[in-house]
C-alpha cells in the first residue's frame, strides 16, 4: 500500500466528518418525521469506509453491505444530496424516491445496495464477483455485513462457494458489538468472528476498525490477493456504533460509560490529532474544512427539502402483470 500522505489525511477528516454530521442531520429531521420508516446510523464505524475506499480502485471495485448504507455511495462517488433526498422519499432520490433509508443502490458508481434482509447480500456480493471474474474484469467485491449476520447460514454456503470458484471477494464483517441489542457473546460460543473463514481455508484476520489506517492496510492486502487470483479473504472489523441500532433503540443493553471509552479511540479525533501534531493543518485550518462540512450537510437538506414527491404512478414502473400468467382468470373483476 502506498504511504499515507498529508493529502490522504485531510480527505479522510473530511470525508468522515462530513458522513458523520450527514448522519447527525438524519437523526434530526427522523425526530421531525420527514424521514419514516427505519433509520440506521453509522456514527462510530467511518474508519471502516475510509479505509476500505482508500485501498479499492474506484473505476471498477464494487461494493455491496446490509442497511446500514447511507454513507458508502457517497464515498463511492454519489452525490450525498441525492442520497438524502432518497431518504426523504423524494423523486430526486437514488432510485426515485421508492427505496428509503435501507435501499441507497447506485449502478453508475457500482454500489450494490442496502438490503434490508439480514445477510441477504452475502451470496450476492459473492454472485457479483462471480460475473466479474466471468467476464474477466479485474474488478473485486467488497461484501460487507453485520456481527448478526454472521450467524446466518447463508455465510456458510457462500463462503464454500466463494473458494471452490475461487472468486474476487473480499468478506468483511463490521463487528460493532451488537447485532440490534444482542452482545456477540451471546450469539455463539466463540466471540471472534473471523475464525469462521478457517474452517474454508480461506485467508481471515481481526483488524482494528476504529483506525481507517489499519482497516487500508489489511483492505490492500485482501483486494491484491482477489485481483491476482488468490480468491477471497474474510474480515473481521471490529468497530463500534455509538448510537443505537435503529432510531427505536433505547440502548438498555450497554451503559453509556461504554459509549464514552469507544469515544475516546474515534476515528475522526485520531485523524485529526495526526493531522495536527504533523503540522499537516493548522486549527483554523480545520476550522474551514468544518465550515464546509457543515454547509453542504445544510445543502443536503435543502435539496431533499425543496425536492418533489415522486409522482403514484411511478410505482407502477417498478412492476408489471403477465397477461399469460396460468391459474388466473384475467376476466374476473
Known amino acids: 500500500m502506498e504511504k499515507v500522505t498529508k493529502e490522504v489525511y485531510l480527505k479522510w477528516y473530511e470525508d468522515m466528518l462530513f458522513w458523520r454530521k ?39 471495485d464494487k461494493m455491496i453491505t446490509a442497511y446500514r448504507n447511507h454513507v458508502q455511495p457517497i464515498g463511492m462517488g454519489v452525490d450525498p444530496r441525492r442520497v438524502m433526498a432518497e431518504l426523504y422519499g423524494k423523486a430526486t432520490g437514488t432510485s426515485k424516491g421508492l427505496g428509503g433509508s435501507m435501499h441507497i443502490f447506485s449502478k453508475e458508481h457500482r454500489f450494490y445496495g442496502g438490503h434490508g434482509i439480514v445477510g441477504g447480500q452475502i451470496p450476492l456480493g459473492a454472485g457479483i464477483a462471480f460475473g466479474d471474474k466471468y467476464h474477466d474484469k479485474d474488478a473485486v467485491t467488497i461484501c460487507c455485513f453485520g456481527d448478526g449476520a454472521a450467524r446466518q447460514g447463508s455465510l456458510h454456503e457462500t463462503f464454500n462457494l466463494a473458494m471452490l470458484w475461487n472468486l474476487p471477494v473480499v468478506f468483511v464483517c463490521e463487528n460493532n458489538g451488537y447485532a440490534m441489542g444482542t452482545s456477540v457473546e451471546r450469539t455463539a460460543n ?20 476504529m483506525n481507517p489506517i489499519k482497516v487500508a492496510e489489511a483492505f490492500d492486502e485482501a483486494i491484491s490477493r482477489a485481483r491476482n487470483g488468490g480468491g477471497p479473504s474474510f474480515l473481521e472489523v471490529k468497530t463500534y456504533r455509538y448510537r443505537g441500532h435503529s432510531m ?6 450497554r ?14 479525533k485520531q485523524v485529526k490529532d495526526i493531522i495536527l501534531e504533523e503540522k499537516y493543518a493548522t486549527e483554523d485550518d480545520i476550522k474551514v474544512i468544518d465550515k464546509r ?22 410505482m407502477y414502473d417498478a412492476v408489471y402483470e403477465q397477461e399469460d400468467y396460468p391459474f388466473i382468470d384475467h376476466k374476473i373483476k
Open 22 to 60: 450527514f448522519e447527525d442531520k438524519l437523526a434530526a429531521v427522523y425526530i421531525q418525521q420527514k424521514v419514516r420508516g427505519f433509520l440506521h446510523l453509522y456514527n462510530g464505524q467511518e474508519a471502516v469506509l475510509a479505509g476500505a475506499l482508500h485501498a479499492m480502485d474506484l473505476t471498477k
Open 248 to 253: 427505536s433503540d433505547a440502548q438498555h443493553y
Open 293 to 314: 462540512v457543515k454547509d453542504l450537510v445544510a445543502e443536503c437538506e435543502k435539496f431533499a427539502e425543496d425536492s418533489p414527491y415522486p409522482d403514484k404512478n411511478v
Open 190 to 209: 466463540h466471540t471472534d468472528i473471523w475464525k469462521l473463514g478457517l474452517g474454508y481455508e480461506m485467508p481471515s484476520g481481526p483488524v482494528d476498525g
Open 255 to 268: 451503559t453509556k460509560d461504554e459509549v464514552e471509552e469507544y469515544k475516546k479511540i474515534d476515528p475522526i
